[in-house]
Structure formats: structure tokens, C-alpha cells
């Protein structure tokens, strides 16, 4: 993944969006805020809403699944850190390498839902995504395995700036359970920005260091390093996982492309103990309703008018379907304004409480930013049971027990 390599301003604009290409660009070089919220020119438009970002955590449900059955606490850490690693693809790379450039997502509208699921070897794991806030935006998702006995949970939002490029701090986290061993996994969101913005071809470069801190003693820090000096790559990053309490006396390292192969080793031995290539680890593809039998709040048939319009290069309809489902979202808020109330979230709730997150994130100095995201927000499993069909049946996982990080007892769920 990388630009196409001449530098030269404008070169991957299709003649016809020469002009708006350049205005964009200089519009972006004052820009401060949301994202969601930028004008792109109709090229780079994508017919996909944010709120389906949630699925590109599992699209390999065998290797989210794996450190479940793992009884060693380390080699579960390692495991974790092979798996989040190898979302990252997904969820940074996959769209510039399918449609040849980043495309700039639908801005979700509050409550909007993604529902689906993967089936396979791994059973069936589901995924239930809510946009729980406009302003700002920020989207919830829950997604789990009951055969497995594993849950991932969190939100994030992103704050943007420019400065010689499209800068993009993710702003939230993301808490994976294991039922069998009670045990939490804190994971931090990377940061990244946007190249190839001059050339008009764009695509996702990671930077600065993320974490993942377990419940039982273990953090896994991961440095994103772009093109590095020495591979001279693109997407380049390192890996160490130790004790938490013990930085200088890694277990195991990892290092490669997050877009492409990379290896785990011992860092004893050197041995190497877990090899990952994204171009021949199976893909599940993921399941939804047909757009027939979705809810009107389901995001693909809430937009789909707005998706073939893009499709069809047909701006004057994209923006005419875009405003309906703005005006109605509009008079919604008004109407929700003077009656005093809330929009009412269908999945997920705020939460005073997350005790599992204060215990994990002191050690790695992560902090909560609740007032970034409008609340904490966790997935409410007795909304969830709630729920009319078709959600009812579909979108109830089990309630695990998690596990206080302070001293491996029971604690409230978060």
C-alpha cells in the first residue's frame, strides 16, 4: 500500500476532479475538528458508513477465538497481540488495496446499527454496532463467541487536525474477555494519519505506540514506525510483550508490516513461535440480513439510496438522499430537545462504572476521556434482551463474570 510513487500533486485525480481535488486540499490545510464532518469531493466518497468499521476486528474468527483455548497465560498475552495484529490490515489497509485509494466513510447518524455475523470453524460470532454519538461521533460495538467463550467490547471516536497532513488520534478502547480464565485484555487505539494526499491517492499510515494490558500481568506495547530506515517499508512496526512490572526482560517480540507478514519470537531464543500472512489466512466473510428484512436503522438500508447514487457517480442524488436523512435526524434531535429528552440507545449504555479499565489503564497511562466520547459506554445486555425482533434472538451474548485486575477476584461487570 503506498502512493503511486511520482509525487507529483494531483496525479491519481481523475481529470474531471481536478478542481475539486485542489480545493479540497486547501481547504483541509485550516482544518480542526471531526473527521466525519469534511466535504470530500465525490471520488473519494465512500458507500460505506463508519459504523461498519466494528466488523474489521473479526474477520479472522479462528485466530480471534485461539487464545481461549491457549492455558498458558503467556502464550494467551502472545496469542491476543497475534490477533490484534492482525486486524490491523483490515481495519487500515484493506479498503486503498480494494479500491485503489482511501475513501473517506458515511458519517454515521446516532443510532444507526450494523448487525451481523461470521460462521465457521470457529462457531458463530456475532457483532452488534451502534453509533451512540453524533456530536461527537462515536461508535459502540460489541462482538463475541459463545462457543468460545470470549467478548470484545468498546467504542472510539477520532479527533482530526492537519499539519502537511490529515493527522488522526483515535480516541476511546476496546476490552476483550476470556470466560474460561476470567481474564481482561485493555486495548489502546493506535494513531494515525493520512499520506498520499497530494497525489490524490490516500491511504492509512499508523504512528506513535499502542498497548494491550492483561489482568494477569502482562503488556504488550506496540510501536508503529511507517517506513522504516532499515526495511525501507511501509507500514513497519515492532513488538514486545514482558512483565508488567519488568519492561527491559521481554518474553516474546514481534516486528514485520501490520499490512503483511510478521513474526512473533521468543526473545530468549529468537526462535520464532508464531508466523502471520494475511495472504493465506482465510478471510470468513461476514453475514447480514438482507436489506429487505433490515430495521430502518440498519445502516445498509438506511443509506443504500445514498450507496447507489455514489456508485453511479450521480452527486445531485447523493446529496438530495444525504439531506433527507439529515432533516429527519434534525427534527429528531429538535423534537427530543423540547420534550427534555435523550435519544434513547438500543444496545449500549453509559456507565459510571468501569473498574476493569481504571486497573488496566494505570499501568500503561491510559486515560478514560470520557468528555471525548459523550460517556463510557458499554453494551446493555438487558436492552439487548429487550429487543424487538429481528435483534432479539441474535444480539443476546452471555454475561460473563470479568475479573478485577487489582487482585484476580470477581468484580462488577463493565
Partial sequence: MSSNGNGKEGSAVPAKSKSSWSSFIKSIASFNGDLASMTAPAFILSTT??????????????????PASEPDPQKRCM??????????????????????SEKKPLNPFLGELFLGKWEDEAGVTRLVSEQVSH?????AYCIWNEKAGIKLQGYNAQKASFSRT???????????HIDQYNE???????????????????????????????????TAKIDYSGRGWVSGKSNTFSASIYPEDDK????????????????????????????????????????????????????RRAWKKVADAIVKGDMDTTSYEKSIIENRQRAMRKQEKEEGREWERRFFSRTEEYAVFKNLAAKIGEAVNDNLTNGVWIFDAEKASAAEPPFHADVTPPVY???NATNGAPAAAT
Fill in 135 to 139: 456530536h461527537p461521533p462515536v461508535t
Fill in 401 to 403: 463474570e470479568e475479573v
Fill in 49 to 66: 458508513s463508519l459504523v461498519e468499521f466494528s466488523s474489521y476486528w473479526t474477520e479472522h474468527p479462528g485466530v480471534f477465538v485461539a
Fill in 184 to 218: 481482561d485484555y485493555l486495548i489502546s487505539l493506535p494513531s494515525l494519519h493520512i499520506e498520499g494526499l497530494i497525489t490524490g491517492s490516500p491511504f492509512v499510515e499508523l504512528d506513535g505506540a499502542s498497548y494491550i494490558q492483561s489482568s494477569t500481568g502482562y
Fill in 248 to 299: 527491559k526482560n521481554p518474553i516474546y517480540t514481534a516486528d514485520g508490516q501490520w499490512n503483511n507478514t510478521f513474526t512473533i519470537k521468543d526473545a530468549k531464543t529468537k526462535a520464532v513461535v508464531e508466523t502471520y500472512d494475511p495472504a493465506i489466512t482465510k478471510v470468513t466473510p461476514l453475514t447480514v440480513a438482507p436489506i429487505e428484512d433490515q430495521d430502518d436503522f440498519e445502516s
Fill in 166 to 176: 490529515i493527522n488522526v488520534k483515535q480516541i476511546g478502547h476496546a476490552i476483550l
Fill in 79 to 100: 496469542l491476543v497481540l497475534k490477533w490484534f495484529l492482525s486486524t490491523l490490515k483490515q481495519q487500515y489497509a484493506s479498503r486503498s488495496e480494494k479500491l485503489g
